[in-house]
């Protein structure tokens, strides 16, 4: 047994790249995704900004066009 033992990869390297690739706590469906940690991948990164800011940054671009032209919101009227 002691022979199988010298010689089976226990994978250390893969578990190290698991453990460092997922959160800590993934959520229990990947639907909303969220199971990938922060700083694996830049793209993916990018893209989470772009996710979480993207309503927020074409709310103000529209805010500002609406002054700039001095056209009042449409809930506002």
Partial sequence: MERIGVRLDVLEDLTMLIETTLVAEPPLTLVDGGAIANSVDQEL?????ISSTGRRSIAAIEERERQRRGLVAQGSI
């Fill in 45 to 49: 990164d990018e893209l989470r900004t």
